[in-house]
């Protein structure tokens, strides 16, 4: 280890939880709330903004809905005309981040031009670089939950998902953000298979909501090096026919569970790939549908570093050092040293199980 | 879901710790100490007992040794003698499992004979059926830890499995156990790629240590439908040159650390992959080394069952249910509707880091 790799790599971070959005929600009450969040992380000199998973409407994927009304909770992102930066939905926000010097995550129910004239919708994230003035990095959901063919209970909180969705097609694509560490190299030093050098601008990685649980998102961010993932979400609290619960539990028992689960995930993960992340709710119980709260920012050593208190709208930062990798990926995980790819054959050979066969 | 893929699944498990194993001590006293354990887990009727990593010796990989020294670390496995069950060492521990009708999982140094009249060297384990009277299961050690040569600081803790192993190369080989689920159907319903029925022989895996740490190694038990997963392990409690822990922790510390890293990565791993995990330690000060304890049995669920309350030899036992896993494999993790290996490229494309240009 060379003494460049110890300096330190400060970054100061942080969540912006949302509470709870309704239906009948305006697009501009929720903009003026991310706004307001954005403002709270300027006074306290935060670097990097991230916000949840859809953050812009209600989690619209709990209700079964007509192509029109779909239309309605998603945002043009064409190339052609500046991309998602410039929809007029949510151009705002990026004025403000821009305006203020601040990088965001969010989340968004992407439409996306196709040749032919159609439409392929994502459920996406962007990185904005408020130093590029530009998006950075761009990532399509790859685990979409749900079910393609709506629960016929009467009253049922359903999980379209996998209806309204297409699978993300962009892998796991991790990028760099210019312009936050002041010591920062311009060029690598790595460029060895395998070498990493952890002084050029940060690694970064996105997911969204239930890819936490896949330890194969986060393992493909690990292998590019990422020192920090940012993971949105809506995650229902309580929901039996969703999620197979059984009917004894609690919904008290069974928030507990879900949230359990949350950090279980968000924690290994970081733990096992030597990265921070920032873990972003949306929260609360919107038109009485409950979700969880636990946004979290991790250290690479699996530890929550801030958490917030509340399911409503909360700023949750946390001046990180992201030279704090560099003993995870250097020791234990130092891939190139431990991974043996030549016995994973599975991982890609199959989707779902196979059972050994009976003796 | 069947009616049938509902009816419990009930098996009692124990994991064996031990306490530590000294250089001075005989392979006679081990033996002892090991049967005394079977004997107390006969007494509680339970099924299959775990014993940990190199269950027979002191953690020799500590220790800078010369080939003669190593060798009586090394059990003969020697297919044509009858293999590890009846080598001369430790036949006995599988005579006495196979008269109590008790199943173990145990780990050893093998020593395998090669064609060319030389031999290799693996961090390994089995699993006895005493139903059977025979191996059923066999791994080697995939992610060995440490490093080739040794740390020249006087006195120095070295960590030597590079040197004296060979990694695994049987993959992950998931096995089915037999006679011990009563209802446990004699054939498969589920012969279509990616369907499960979770009605037969109990589904197993083994790791050993360190793997528990990579996400790879439970996966790929994960996608063979593993119920039951097991990892005897020897983990340092304190070492800064070892993992390069700031030399400001206090070892009080650096065991908390070691502790809480051991158990996220079984309990996250065990939820990711919906499976219980027994998970055994060799525990406290060998020959005035320190090795964490904190031997635990996981549910699918991520959360622990039963766990030792001390460092010495202790059975840690439980009644669990394999049916338990229906629901994760079936809701959450179901891996053939929710997977996308066309995305995971990366984790068999390359063993190490490629971080991505610099912008």
Same mark, same amino acid.
């Given at each position: 280890m060379s003494d460049k790799t110890q300096a330190k790599r400060p970054l100061k971070v942080a969540a912006a939880q949302l509470g709870p959005i309704h239906i009948k929600d305006s697009r501009d009450s929720v903009l003026a709330r991310m706004i307001a969040l954005l403002n709270q992380a300027s006074e306290q000199a935060v670097q990097v903004v991230a916000f949840p998973e859809l953050a812009f409407t209600t989690f619209f994927p709990r209700h079964l809905l007509q192509d029109e009304e779909i239309d309605s909770y998603l945002e043009l992102d064409d190339e052609k005309l500046g991309g998602i930066r410039q929809s007029s939905n949510v151009k705002a926000l990026f004025d403000h981040a821009e305006s203020l010097g601040i990088d965001i995550y969010v989340g968004y129910a992407e439409k996306s031009p196709q040749p032919d004239g159609n439409f392929i919708h994502y459920n996406s994230s962007v990185y904005y670089s408020a130093a590029a003035k530009k998006v950075v990095g761009k990532y399509r959901k790859v685990h979409l939950p749900g079910v393609v063919e709506p629960f016929k209970e009467p009253g049922a909180t359903q999980q379209l998902e996998k209806r309204y969705f297409k699978p993300g097609n962009l892998g796991f694509p991790a990028f760099r953000a210019p312009g936050l560490i002041e010591n920062a190299t311009k060029f690598s030093d790595a460029v060895e298979k395998g070498s990493m050098d952890g002084t050029g601008d940060p690694i970064m990685g996105m997911l969204i909501c239930?890819? #936490? #649980?896949?330890a194969e998102g986060w393992r493909s961010y690990g292998l590019q090096g990422a020192e920090l993932v940012f993971c949105g979400y809506n995650t229902t609290a309580f929901a039996p026919q969703l999620w197979g619960a059984s009917t004894e539990i609690s919904p008290e028992e069974a928030e507990a569970d879900a949230v359990f689960h949350h950090k279980l995930s968000c924690q290994g993960n970081s733990y096992m790939n030597a990265c921070f992340s920032v873990n972003i709710a949306k929260a609360g119980s919107e038109d009485g549908h409950p979700l969880i709260a636990g946004t979290i920012i991790v250290h690479p050593n699996g530890r929550i570093l801030a958490e917030s208190k509340s399911k409503d709208d909360e700023l949750v930062a946390a001046e990180i050092d992201l030279a704090d990798c560099r003993r995870g990926k250097e020791k234990t995980f130092a891939f190139h040293k431990h991974r043996r790819p030549e016995q994973y054959g599975l991982i890609v050979e199959r989707a779902g199980v196979v059972e050994p066969g009976l003796l």
């Open positions: 239930n890819d #936490r #649980r896949w």
